[in-house]
Nanobody
Framework: QLVESGGGLVQAGGSLRLSCTAS????????MGWIRQAPGKEREFVAA????????YYRDSVKGRFTISRDNAKSMGYLQMNRLKPEDSAVYYC?????????????????WGQGTQVTVSS
């Protein structure tokens, strides 16, 4: 089970830190990612990180602004979001265990959270 937290309303240019709490010891062996979906739009890849945390990938529009990380000892994942823009507004989902051949732009995971709303006002 994955549970996201940390979403909310923030002004453009502000920051938010999303957290993903995982239950079960298997989390430390899974890749994980953050995916977002805005109203009327398809889900889109935001960032992903390998099981060890050694490798991370980002969509181009968030590179240099967002940082994905994880703490396997705590079964936690994070997404630090800085310099937020109105176009970052969406429901953000935490997911684990990518089933694609590559983490890059992975949208297929075995486990999903319920999502947390991020709204960036202009």
């Amino acid at each position: 089970q994955l549970v996201e937290s940390g979403g909310g309303l923030v002004q453009a240019g502000g920051s938010l830190r999303l957290s993903c709490t995982a239950s079960g010891r298997a989390f430390s062996s899974y890749s994980m990612g953050w995916i977002r979906q805005a109203p009327g739009k398809e889900r889109e890849f935001v960032a992903a990180i390998s099981w060890s945390g050694a490798v991370a990938y980002y969509r181009d529009s968030v590179k240099g602004r967002f940082t994905i990380s994880r703490d396997n000892a705590k079964s936690m994942g994070y997404l630090q979001m800085n310099r937020l823009k109105p176009e970052d507004s969406a429901v953000y989902y935490c997911a684990a265990d990518c089933v694609s051949r590559t983490l890059t732009y992975c949208l297929t995971y075995n486990y999903w959270g319920q999502g947390t709303q991020v709204t960036v006002s202009s």
